[in-house]
C-alpha cells in the first residue's frame, strides 16, 4: 500500500445515503469522484461477511475505474433475529430499496420471535467495514461498530435506511432524529474511518 497520502478517491457505492455520509467523513481538500461522475453498476454481493463485500466492491470498482476506490459494506445486526438482517441489510428492502418496507420486515420478524417484544430492549448494532483498494492490488479495510437497541417505533427522517428506528446506547433519540455530525460522531462508519483516515 502505498505512503503516499490519498489526493483523489473513487467512492464504489450506488447508495446515496452512504455516499453522502462518506463524502461528508473525507477531507475537503480530496477530490472525490463517485457513480455521480461514472456510473458503474455494484457488482453481486456474494461474499457472507461485510468484510468479504467490502473487498470484493473496492477491488471491481478499481478494476472498473483504474482508481484508488473505496467501497462501504454495512448493515444491522438485530440479535433477536439471530442477527439478520446482517448482510442482507440492503436485500429486506427489496429490488427498489423500500426502507419502510425493510422496517415493517423487521418489525414482523422480531414480533413473531416475542410478542412482547415492545416491552423489552431489542439489542442490535450497525456495522461498517471501509476498504481502500489501490490500482496495484494493495487494500486496507477496517471495521466500526455502533451498539444499540431498535426504537419499538420509526422516529425521525435524517440520514438513510434503518436510521429511524436504531436508538444508539446512552441516547434517546434514533439515528433518524439526530443531526448528520451527532450520527457521524459515534457511529459505525466514523468509526471505521476513524482507523483509515492517515491515508488521507
Ligand atoms: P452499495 O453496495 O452500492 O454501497 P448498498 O445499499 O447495497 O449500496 P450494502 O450492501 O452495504 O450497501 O447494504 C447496507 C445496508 O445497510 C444499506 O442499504 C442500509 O440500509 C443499511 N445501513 C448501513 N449503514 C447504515 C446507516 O448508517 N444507517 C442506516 N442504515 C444503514
Not at 14 to 33: C, F, H, R, V
Not at 84 to 101: I, T
Not at 154 to 174: A, V
Request: hydrophobic share 35%; aromatic share 12%; with cysteine.
Amino acid at each position: 500500500m502505498s505512503k503516499k497520502k490519498i489526493k483523489e478517491i473513487f467512492i464504489g457505492s450506488n447508495n446515496n445515503g452512504k455516499l453522502k455520509e462518506i463524502a461528508d467523513l473525507l477531507p475537503k481538500s480530496l477530490k472525490i469522484y463517485s457513480n455521480f461522475d461514472f456510473k458503474i453498476r455494484s457488482p453481486v454481493e456474494t461474499g457472507t461477511t461485510f468484510a468479504q463485500n467490502s473487498l470484493l466492491k473496492a477491488k471491481y470498482f478499481s478494476k472498473k475505474t483504474n482508481k484508488i476506490c473505496m467501497s462501504d459494506d454495512s448493515g444491522i445486526e438485530i440479535d433477536i433475529l439471530d442477527k439478520a438482517p446482517g448482510v442482507y441489510s440492503a436485500d429486506w428492502s427489496g429490488k427498489k430499496r423500500n426502507f419502510n418496507l425493510a422496517i415493517k420486515r423487521v418489525y414482523k420478524e422480531i414480533f413473531k420471535k416475542d410478542k412482547n417484544w415492545k416491552k423489552k430492549k431489542i439489542t442490535a448494532r450497525f456495522i461498517c467495514v471501509l476498504t481502500i483498494f489501490w490500482p496495484d492490488g494493495k487494500f486496507v479495510s477496517k471495521i466500526g461498530k455502533i451498539e444499540g437497541r431498535i426504537s419499538n417505533i420509526k422516529k425521525g427522517n435524517n440520514g438513510f435506511g434503518y436510521d429511524p428506528i436504531f436508538i444508539p446506547n446512552g441516547k434517546r433519540l434514533t439515528f433518524g432524529e439526530m443531526e448528520p455530525y451527532k450520527k457521524y460522531s459515534i457511529d459505525h462508519r466514523s468509526n471505521a474511518f476513524k482507523k483509515i483516515k492517515k491515508f488521507f
